[in-house]
């Protein structure tokens, strides 16, 4: 097992070498004068050199490169030239709340999509799985503001349970947290439960065709057991893959959902550094969740191991 | 065999829709067995031997469509509701089925396997069902049974894992075991020794049993009575003795031939039966043997034989004109 | 043995449902649909249908009426001429976009699964790291450095598109590349190109077309989600996701300045979906149905 993980872990370095040398590219190599956009309005071609230079923008661009990753490595991600908080201060502030949208996200598309998947593949080919299929299929084709506006519409403007925008953190008050992150959530659920319970649901049907599972109803167990034990946990290995790979997925809904509910967290800070040119914060927000996101994804392969003892023993 | 059998399986018939046309598995079979006796199931791939099985057991896949009796122990498991019948099995009814790598659930450890059928039918509680499956693990042969209980199944050899599901099965002391092809997927050295363990089970626990194989090799000594299977009926059915010594359909005697015998010189050429059974999504007007049969005639082709009796009514055969020579006994 | 008999007779007996109904009545419709929104954007300018940017500050969130048949928006202009007009930038990036990952995406995945070793190892690791990122997030971090433009938009879309495409190509490849065909036609001494151009790519193009109409689908519903916060294409320029982002603001007095552009967005996008959910299961190699 220890060597499963150290294995693993080698292979992390590149992927992470290769994304900061992505997010690099893209802020240095593509148009756009950095200084010039920094000065903006005041610029003359005196302080626009000195700026460039201060900022180091005249050296080679490997240069550049190395001074920038030794900054990272230090823990130095650059200070937002319009608020002057460090990236990592505005990065921290605003984790928690995409952090807590996206797990009860998950958690709430798992609680809808795992059920169905169960019922659908225990009865499958009947009325309800065609009906659940093709809802499924429809809801994929709804796109995750669809379901915000649809979400906002029917329960902040007609019925007025919920509120449409607005936050408060947990620690001050968790009821109205909670009342808050109610559609933010909801909405993100809806997008990723069809994925979830689609792939499940065909990995189990798959499963219950297993000579495993005729010979656990020659045995007498109750049909419960032999659903929630026998076929769901090995099946439960494609629930994790499903969810590593909806976890790109979840960023960006994240991202729409909080500018659209007016969530302070990473995604709203991200388009806010789109829309006030903040490239410095811009630059080291990218880098931190794609960083994050191949971290998640090694986490996820890992769990592989831990749910199929055969990959565990080195049986594939 | 006194009194009521244990299983009667009266007129039971599979027949499977498939795309081209209906699919005949299983056509009218009539077995008995009696408590603690052995009933042998012989005949080829694709003979219905283990649709037969999986009828009993109501195990068929969603669309077989299953008529006839299957009288288990006084009840008729083909209409007996879901759950009595799920009571019945693994209790008083239990299956052991051919390849152990597939039948054993790969993510759970064995000891979740044994167990769970414990608590389900006998209600211990977690102690006493460890220690009954450390009894029952030695008892079927496998050392060091304590560790056995945290390994999974993909960790124990072929022949162990048999083994196991032996243990399983036979652990709330059921009445009748249905063993289907239980050494087919296995080392030929350990096939012998799985044998032996079942039939010894067996003795030991007055259980009564239904071998199911595609050898008759594995039944002469092992069983009370054998049935032989083709084409989705039976052709012919004895006592062991009488089957072996006084056979009397020409596809019994072809399957004896290709025995090989330890007494035969070696390269000895084996006589394989000629041909392929039958289509069966396109029954034979005739006997379903005659385009095989060296000795078909054309009342064989025209024709379908019914079971008739030989010397004793527990011999019966369907041919038209049977062997009337004893031939010898296998090694 | 035993075994297989049993798996025989499942197998012939759950294969009949699925074949029957493959090109179903919800296929057509499909088609329909989408043939009938592409004639109104292609035509959209000889339609008898009210110009789009003119505005009206009279009627003003207007009703539907006999002017105009489905109203006005919130700054007097005609819904229905707005609608079909944000369908031709929709449909345009939502096509022009997968086009770049259809063709180099899957030209890269053709020669890495044809030729294979390092060269393979190489694009394949490439796109990997391409795919490290959450999609939107890059898409957003180019375009803030670029710019807002229907032609950037296309353009960093498509690029994005490129790994996917590629390995839909390459997987196809890859299987097909093991049939006799294949193997015939290099023993006969054909040429790489030969084999690539005339035995591959026709049997390659079929899943692949397959994946592009579901790469449309998502490409209309990314560009839809960028236009509805501001980030996709720049007004005055509507597409429907900026038609939707508008009609938010007036959700309390009239919903259907929102759902109007929604509705039309998610019957397009649920078209292309089944169009090309249908057609990839019929053209999938592995399943040898062709």
Known sequence: MALFVALRLLYLVPVLIAVSLLTFSIASLLPGDLAMTILADQATSENLAALRHDMGLDLPIWQRYFTWLGHILQGDFGRSFRTGQTVLQAVAERLPVSIELMLLAQLGALAIGVPLAIVCAARSGGPFDRFMTGTAFAMLSVPTFLSAILLIYLFAVELRWLPATGYVPFAEDPLGNLRFMVLPSLTLALAEWPSIMRILRSDMIATLQEDYISLAKAKGLTPARILFVHALKPSSLTLVTITGINIGRLIGGALIVETIFALPGIGRLLVGAILTRDLIILQGVVLLVAAGFVIINFIVDLLYAVLDPRIRHGHA | MTGRPLLSVEDVAVDLPTPRGNLRAVDRVNLTVGAGQTLGVVGESGCGKTMLSRAILQLLPKKAKLTGRAIFDGQDLVSLDREKLRKLRGRSLAVVFQDPMTSLNPVLTIGTQLIETLQEHLGLDLAATRKRSVELLAAVGIPAPEQRLMQYPHQLSGGMRQRVAIAIALSCEPKLLIADEPTTALDVTIQAQILDLLAREQRRRHMAMILITHDLGVVAGRTDEVAVMYAGRVVERAPTPALFKKMRMPYTEALLAAIPKLDAAPHTVLPAISGRPPDPTRPLKGCSFSPRCRYAVARCHGEKPELTEAETPAHQFACFHPIEMPAAVPA | ?290
């Open chain 3, 1 to 290: 043995m035993a075994t297989l008999e049993l798996d025989l007779a499942e197998e012939a007996v759950s294969a009949p449902p699925r074949k029957g109904r493959r090109l179903g009545w919800l296929f057509w419709a499909a088609i329909g649909w989408m043939v009938f929104v592409f004639a109104l954007a292609i035509f959209a300018t000889v339609l008898p249908i009210a110009d789009p940017a003119a505005m009206d500050m009279l009627e003003r969130r207007a009703p539907f009426s006999a002017a105009h048949w489905l109203g006005t928006d919130g700054l007097g202009r005609d819904e229905l001429s707005r609608l079909i007009y944000g369908a031709r930038v929709s449909l345009v990036v939502g096509l022009c976009a997968p086009v770049i990952g259809l063709t180099i995406g899957g030209a890269l995945g053709m020669l890495s699964g044809y030729f294979g070793g390092r060269f393979g190892s190489f694009v394949v690791g490439t796109m990997d790291v391409l795919l490290a990122f959450p999609p939107l997030i890059l898409v957003l971090a180019v375009i803030a450095y670029v710019g807002q433009s229907i032609f950037n938009l296309t353009l960093i879309l498509g690029v994005l598109g490129i790994p996917a495409f590629m390995r839909v190509a390459r997987a196809a490849t890859l299987t097909l590349s093991r049939r006799e065909f294949v193997i015939a036609a290099q023993a006969l001494g054909a040429s790489h190109a030969r084999i690539l151009l005339r035995e591959l790519l026709p049997n390659v193009i079929l899943p692949l077309f397959a994946f592009f109409l579901l790469g449309v689908a998502i490409t209309i519903v990314v560009e839809g989600s960028l236009s509805f916060l501001g980030l996709g294409v720049p007004p005055p320029v509507a597409s429907w996701g900026s038609m939707i982002g508008e009609g938010r603001e007036s959700l309390d007095i009239a919903p259907r300045l929102a759902f109007m552009p929604a509705i039309a967005m998610f019957l397009t996008v649920l078209s292309f979906n089944l169009v090309g959910d249908t057609l990839r299961a019929l053209t999938d190699p592995r399943q040898g149905a062709l």
